[in-house]
């Protein structure tokens, strides 16, 4: 695999977090509360942060040649 194939994944793996914490922070705040609401929303904004620190990263190596 080239370098520019795994910043491909990377990035994916990086959006991928990011839908996922989209789908968790709705599901905890409609459905869910107490302890398992906390822990569900505790994971997605993990998930939010570490996407996040994914795609800046993916951003800022810029291209690959």
Do not use: D, H, Q, W
């Amino acid at each position: 695999m080239t370098a520019a194939e795994i910043n491909e994944i990377i990035s994916f793996i990086g959006i991928g977090l990011l839908i996922l914490a989209i789908a968790l922070i709705s599901l905890a705040r409609k459905k869910l509360s107490g302890i398992i609401g906390f822990i569900v929303s505790f994971i997605a904004y993990m998930c939010l942060v570490v996407g996040g620190l994914i795609v800046v990263y993916i951003v800022i190596s810029g291209p690959t040649m």
